[in-house]
């Protein structure tokens, strides 16, 4: 990840940046960091892990969007996406939709800061990759 561009991304979108959508993008630039659509650690752990982590290695690099608010799930479904390759691991806290306040994670999470970094220091402590979290 030493040529990783940050100046120019295309932020994670739901129903949006799908593999499909991020491949298309890598045409572009093959330095400009992608990221997934936002699937939930609880998802992730939980549901059909294989297909939700699933990406092209031409997407490198790419950032694994979770979304939860758990620091344990959170942990256990970032070390999930570094295991299947990804190169960074996204914390979304900017998503100000109701679908997703009503789940406990997204923007809301901006109102409760010292649960936003139990979740962060929870998933570095779970990962060797980078953590960063999505807030507006």
Same mark, same amino acid.
């Given at each position: 990840? @030493?040529?990783? @561009?940050?100046? $120019?991304a295309v932020a994670p979108m739901m129903d949006w940046t799908d593999r499909h959508c ?16 936002? *699937?939930? =650690?609880a998802a992730i752990l939980h549901g059909d892990r294989a297909r939700l982590l699933a990406?092209?290695?031409?997407? %490198? ?13 959170? &942990? &256990? &479904? ?8 990804? @190169?960074? $691991? ?13 789940? =406990?994670?997204? &923007?809301?999470?901006? %109102?409760?800061?010292?649960? *936003?970094a139990e979740c962060v220091a929870a998933m570095v402590a779970a990962v060797r990759v980078? *953590?960063? *979290?999505?807030?507006?």
């Open positions: 990840m @030493d040529n990783l @561009d940050r100046r $120019i991020r491949y298309f993008l890598r045409g572009f630039s093959p330095d400009v960091l992608l990221y997934t659509e936002m *699937v939930t =650690a990406f092209d290695p031409e997407e %490198h690099p790419v950032a694994l969007q979770l979304g939860g608010s758990e620091p344990r799930e959170l &942990a &256990a &479904a970032a070390r999930a996406g570094e295991e299947a390759g990804y @190169d960074e $691991i996204n914390l979304n806290c900017g998503c100000p939709s109701e679908r997703v306040a009503s789940g =406990a994670f997204g &923007a809301c999470l901006m %109102h409760e800061p010292a649960l *936003v980078p *953590v960063t *979290v999505k807030m507006r």
